[in-house]
């Protein structure tokens, strides 16, 4: 009910498309430290930068993460050896998380090349509305979750209707392997339903009351990803050397919070992510800090509301997100038409990153002019502007897997 009250005053925001109608603004500095002292070495930043910001995006922006560990099992439900026309090995895994009282569930589902034998690097991305979405192979399971939500009755949630957004057969062509989970298995994605989330197994968990600093939904899409990694920790064929997290839209904000507090992830790619993910906050163009809480307010900590309409006091700014992940690699992924993600914006992001990427004597981008569409730059920080919509589509993976082939291998 909060919710769609919420969602109603969100419609009469009005929101700007404007590039003329951006406003000057200055962002927080990168590479100045709290007392004043400007960072000049990566020893420095490490030290001193990255935990003064990192305690200020999980306090002011995604909420803190509990240090505390709940118990994980896995569950190998089926493995395929002939899959993708035999390709690969997929198995589907489940997982069950669990504080010994209450347990709640997610379905993994990975392949792996069948060649070469030797240890592959990964990919590892949530979906949307289902494992069995990504893919038409009827013995792919509904994720545990799905039950949950009204959605999956819509047509758009059938068996493969997200395929085009998993492009299995180029990446395992090209000697990645792959690992899919559906975001609602962690936290499904609606404010009504918390005490389904992995949250709910946490000590102290309320149901009722959340305190300002308290992690929310992309907090726990960001810890589940994590979950992943220890999993395929297990896995013999998995080189976890070479990991790389790749997130959609909302989940492209939570990849990003992810991989600036879990460095087992080696590349970070955020796709259209927008608000709350790549874009600068301060440039209010597309969606702004006040629209997202009111139509998304299971996302964010209760904190991030004081900047409703007042991005101008965020002690931070999302090109210092990007900066928490060096010198491990970040790419951004725009698309065109998408105008609600600003990709100027994510653009300016990952060009304002770049002095903490050059402390380690890394390449960072070196113009703050947008390039063309379909024009990728492929350095330790990588971008690309798409033409078209919001979405995944085969060319954003054929760029992710050109950025992976260039760190990996
Ligand atoms: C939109 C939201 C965006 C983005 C998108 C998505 O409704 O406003 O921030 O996250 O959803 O995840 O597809």
Redesign the pocket.
Known sequence: MMWLFASLVNAQQTVNYDESKVSAYLLPELLKCKNGVMVTTAEQWEKQRKPELMKLFASQIYGRTPAENIDVTYEVLTEDTEALGGKATGKQVRFTFSNGTKKTEAILLLYIPNKPKSKVPVFIGYN?KGNHSTITDSTIFYSPALHLLKEPDHPDWKRGNQSSRWSYEKIIDRGYAVATMCYHDIYPDNPELKDHSVISLFRGYDSGKTTPGEWQSIGAWAWGSSRIVDFLETQQQIDTDKIALMG??????AALWAAAQDQRFHIVISN??????AALFRRKFG?TTE??NN??PHWFCENFRQYNNKEELLPVDQHQLLALIAPRKVYVASAQEDL??DPEGEFLSAYHAGPAYRLYGLEAIDTDKMPEQHKPIMGDIGYHLRGGK?DVTDYDWEQFLDFADKHFK
């Open positions: 949307f959609h839209s909302r989940l492209g904000k259209n992510s927008g608000c709350g993910g969606e629209i997202i139509a998304f609600w993600a919001h």
